[in-house]
């Protein structure tokens, strides 16, 4: 794909998965069940974004959208320190925001292009969670129109984002181990865990052995199928 840069995850098993890492111009979404690694990695490239493109990085800065209040600046310390980053300059180069429900967390998303073109640096924004606060406040089949119109749009400003200004969006959404089950839900709709049709690249995480975790890209014709491996450890995402 043509002008898109990258950003290292920190394990090459799952950077070479991803075609090279995580691409500008474009919404990569991490989906799987609790503590398979969603938040970790969004830590992880928003420490890693900010490395030389020697190292993998955009020398850029990172726009973090907590919605379930699970950021934690000891661990962008440790990530950062782990890789050779000073840890006070890594965290002055994270925007963090805590958004408290959706309209919140739109009209955070609204603002952010006046954000990111008084700091162009910005090269990577990351909403987790995508889905938390739309599922709690328009539970059920009664609302779900009104849900999929208001998580549409997000999550096409968010798109736009990404185009305008050639930086990376990760977003993260939870689901269960057996969607199946879920069917009233139709962001763990049946054959899959489909946020509608936007465009982008999913990723499924799922847990394996102690601090292993498995990735596997789902619809992306232009990348290759399979699993990989990756680990999350004190110092961050590794293989
Ligand atoms: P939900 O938000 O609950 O859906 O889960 P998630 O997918 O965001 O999982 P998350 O990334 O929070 O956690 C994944 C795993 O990372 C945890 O189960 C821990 O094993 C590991 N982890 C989290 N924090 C640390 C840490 O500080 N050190 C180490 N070594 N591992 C950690
Ligand atoms: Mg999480």
């Not at 499924?204 to 990735?215: D, E, H, T, V, Y």
Request: with cysteine; net charge neutral; aromatic share 6%.
């Amino acid at each position: 794909r043509i002008n898109t840069k990258k950003i290292t995850t920190g394990s090459q098993a799952l950077d070479g998965l991803l075609g090279g890492g995580i691409e500008t111009r474009t919404m990569t979404e991490f989906f799987g069940e609790f503590g398979s690694g969603k938040t970790q990695l969004c830590h992880q490239l928003s420490v890693n974004v900010q490395l030389p493109l020697e190292k993998g990085g955009l020398g850029g800065k990172a726009v973090y959208i907590d919605t379930e209040g699970t950021f934690r600046w000891e661990r962008i310390e440790a990530m950062s320190k782990a890789i050779g980053l000073e840890p006070d300059s890594a965290m002055n180069n994270i925007y963090y925001m805590r958004a408290i429900n959706s309209d919140h967390q739109m009209a955070i998303v609204d603002d952010l292009q006046e954000l990111i073109g008084k700091d162009p640096a910005i090269k990577l924004v990351i909403v987790d969670s995508i889905t938390s606060h739309f599922r709690a406040e328009f539970p059920g089949r009664e609302n779900l129109a009104v849900r999929q119109q208001k998580l549409n749009k997000h999550l096409h400003q968010l798109v736009r984002l990404a185009e305008m200004y050639d930086l990376a969006v990760i977003i993260t959404n939870q689901v269960m181990a057996r969607p199946d089950m879920f069917y009233g839900d139709p962001t763990v709709a049946v054959g899959g865990h489909t946020l509608y049709h936007v465009p982008g690249i999913r990723v499924q995480l799922k847990k394996s052995r102690g601090n292993k975790r498995i990735a596997r890209i789902v619809d992306a014709p232009h990348l290759p199928e399979g699993e990989v491996v990756f680990a999350i450890t004190e110092e961050g995402v590794r293989d």
